[in-house]
C-alpha cells in the first residue's frame, strides 16, 4: 500500500532518435493509497507504457516515480513490491493451484505455515478453495486469471496492484462479479488497484477515478460522473457515453449565447473572452429533449430513424447536416419528420479548440 | 469426374516409394532368411536360422548394442545440457552476441569424417597436440587405445561436432517465447534460478523434447566418428550397433546375416525410442 507518485515522467521507445516519438509523454500524476483507479484509452494510446513504468518493467527515459515519497526510479521490479495482472492469464504449468497462489511468498523466504495459511485465505476470497491441489493447467481460462490476481493478492503489503485488461478472456457474466469481487478486495485489503482498459462500462463501474489517455497524454482524471457530465475535452466526450456526445459546430453571439447557424442557444458557459472560431456545442444524448413545438433552446431537426432498445429509444436526427441523437424514454411518441430538440441551459458543454471552457 | 486414369498418375510417386522404400525394406526381410554370403552367393531358403543365430550365439551384437545405448545416450545428454546452456548464454542481450551465435555453430557446418580425422590427429598418443601438452605434468593418457578412454573420445568428438544443432534448436525455442510468464515471474520476485526451474524449462519442454528424439535417432547411427577414429578397437570397445552390421555385411560378406542383424536392429529401434519419447513426454510434459 502506497501513494504513487509520477514526476515529469515520460518515455519513448527510442530516445536516442533526434526528435523522439513519446509513447507517454510528460506527465505528473498522484495515485491515493487505497484508491480504484482506471485508465481508459483507445488502443496504442500509451495506457500499458504507463503501467510497465509504475511496475518497473520498462525504465521511463526521462523523470522520476515515487512510492511514498521515496524515489524508486531506478529500483527493480520484484523490489518495488507491486502485483501485476496481465491481459493473458500466466501460471505456472508445472505447479498446483496452491503452489501457483503460494509462489510469491516462496520466494520471499515465508515460512510454510505462513504460506499455507495466507493461500488459504486468498483461495477463499477469490472461490478458488476447491481447486487448490489441481495442476494449474487444468483449469479455464477465467479460472487461471483468478489465480494470476490470487498471486498479486497473498502478498498484503503490495504497494499498488495493476491490471492491464485483465478480463479480456473471460465471459460477460463473469466479468461482472469478478470486477465486484475486485472492488470487495479492495475495499477489504485497502490495496491500490489501477485499472488498464480500453472498455468505458468496465471503467465506469470499477473505478472512483477515471484517467482518459489520448496518443500519450492524459486528457482528464475524474470520477465516472464528471467525465459523463463534463467531458474537458471534445475527446472525451467522443470516447465516453455511448452514443457518443453530440458536437455541433457554432459560433459566438454573447456572453453565454452559441449560435447554431441560425438557431440560438444559451449556456452557463462564460464567453466573453473567447477569441478562437473553432468552437463547438457538445451536449449529451440523455439531457436532450424532444419537443413537438419551437421554444427557448430547441433546434428544429429532421428525424432520420428510431431504434427501440427495449428501456429507451435511440431518436437519429439531424440538423442540416449535423447528426444528433437523443435518448428518450420509450413512452414517449416521437413524431415523424420534423421534430424540436431542447439543450438544456445546464447540461451544455461548449468547446474552443477541442477544449472544454 | 472420370477416376479412369487415377493410378496413372499415382504411379510415378509409387513407384518411388517402391523402390526407394518397400523394395529395400522387403528385400532385407527375405534376404534375412536366406544364408547369402561370399562362398554360397544366392537367395536360398533357411527360414528364422539367422535370428536364431542372434539371439542364441550372437554375444558380440548386443555387447555392441548395449555400447551404443551407453553411448548415444550419454552423448545426447551431454549436447542437450552444453547446448541449452549456450543457447541461454546467448539468449539475452550480450556483447557480440551475433558473433557467439555463429561460433557457436561452426562446428555443425564442418565434413563430420575430415573433423574426425583431425581429432584423431589431436588425439594421437604420441604425436599429437593433446599428449604433447599433458606431457608437461607428467601424464601420457591413451586416448584411442585404452579401454574406457577410447569410448570418452568418442564422446568428445560427438558432443563437439552436435552440441550445435542442439543449440540450434534450443535457441529457436527460447526466442519464441511469450514475454508475459517472464514479467510474472519477476513481479513474483522469482530470481534467475526459480525463473528457469518454473519458467523456462516447463516453456521449453515440448521443443526439448523434439531435439532430443532427433538427436537420438541420428546419433543411434554413429558409425562415421567410429570408423575412423578408432575403427571399433580397442578389441570391440567403441564398437556399435551398426558399425559391427558393417563389418559382418561389407567386411565379411555375411549378406543373409548382416540382413537379419540390420532387422532386428531397425525393430529395436522402433520400439526403444517410441518408449523413451514416450517417457520423456510424460517427464516434461506431466499432465498430457
Redesign the interface.
Known sequence: MAKIELNNVAHSYSPAVEEPEYALKKCNLIWKDGGRYAVLGPSGCGKTTMLNIM?G?VKPSEGFINFDGFDVTNI???ERN???V?Q?P?I????TVAQNLG??LL??NYSKDEITKKVDQVAQTLGLEDLLDL?A??LTADQKQLI?LG??LVREDVAAILMDEPLTVIDPDLKFRLRRRLKEINELYKSTLIYVTHDQNEAMTFAENILVMDHGKIVQVGTPLELFERPKTTFVGYFIGSPAMNMLQAEIKGKNVVSIGETVISTETDLSKVKSKNIKLGIRSEFVELHDKGKKNCISVEIDRVDDFGNFQLVSARHGKSPIKAKVHRDIAVPAGKAWMKFPETRCCVYSDEVLL | MNFKHKYLFLLPGLLVLIGILIFPVGFTVRLSMSSWDSFFPGLDYVGLENYFRIFQEDSRFWEAFGRLSFLSVTTVTLQYVLGFALALMVWKDIAFKRFFRVLFLIPMMTTPVIMTVIWKTFFHESLGPVNDFLNIFGWNPLWLSSEILSKITVIIVEVWQWTPFMFLLLLAGLLSLPKEPYLAASIDGAGPYRTFIYVTFPLMAPISIGAIIIRLIEASKIMDTVYVLTSGGPGTATETSSFYIFIKGLREFQFGYSAALSFTYLIIMIISLTIIAKVLVRLMIRDN
Open positions: 511496475s518493467l527493480s521490479t520484484s507491486i502485483a501485476q496481465f493473458f500466466v505456472y504449468n508445472t505447479m509462489f510469491p520466494c520471499r495442476r493447467t487444468k494470476s498471486r498479486g
